[in-house]
């Protein structure tokens, strides 16, 4: 059975290549919009469940990782920023706290999701100059990023600290989607 990741994102490439070199790439086209009336997990658990069912939806054959990641940073959601301005303003809120970042995954398989889970990693920021926030906006790192930054990147020299999985912050909890992987094959296989 095929493998598909409903993503465009470069790194979702790349963290999933850790797992595998054998799948195939068809982002999801439905639209971002959280539901922020749900609790956190789950408003990120249903962006990436209509990612993954669109895709799955259209490739039965197939088994569909569909997943999304969005930073709370106190009681604000913050997902990519709109243009450099909403950049800096998500930077201005992370610099000296300590945020959530939650990446959400499915595992769907024939047009239903077959395994959904969250993971949550805390950040802390240091307390950022304005000329270092100005800096990095102009890097254009942060605009394709939930919370306006990239751990694996120049972001990196913003943050102080992390608790749980950094490959989550990313953008794709590794391990845990291996686990998930393999315990749906098992499944799969005594049916």
Request: charge should be negative; proline fraction near 4%.
């Amino acid at each position: 059975m095929s493998l598909i990741l409903a993503s465009a994102s470069p790194r979702r490439r790349e963290l999933l290549s850790y797992i595998t070199e054998d799948f195939t790439v068809i982002p999801a086209t439905v639209e971002e919009k959280p539901d922020l009336s749900l609790p956190r997990n789950e408003t990120v658990i249903r962006i990436a469940q209509k990612k993954g069912l669109e895709v799955s939806q259209k490739h039965t054959d197939s088994i569909v990782i569909g997943a999304d990641t969005m930073v709370f940073c106190g009681t604000a959601a913050l997902g990519k920023p709109k243009n450099c301005d909403d950049a800096a303003r998500m930077l201005r809120l992370l610099s000296g706290k300590t945020h959530q970042v939650i990446t959400a995954a499915v595992i769907a398989l024939n047009g239903k999701a077959e395994r959904s889970f969250a993971e949550i990693t805390d950040v802390e920021f240091y307390a950022l100059s304005e000329k270092e926030i100005d800096l990095y906006v102009q890097s254009g790192e942060p605009m394709d990023k939930a919370g306006a930054y990239g751990i694996q990147g120049r972001g990196s020299l913003l943050v102080k600290g992390i608790r749980g999985d950094y490959y989550n912050v990313m953008g794709l909890p590794v391990s845990r989607l291996y686990r998930e992987l393999q315990n749906l094959d098992t499944a799969l296989q005594t049916e």
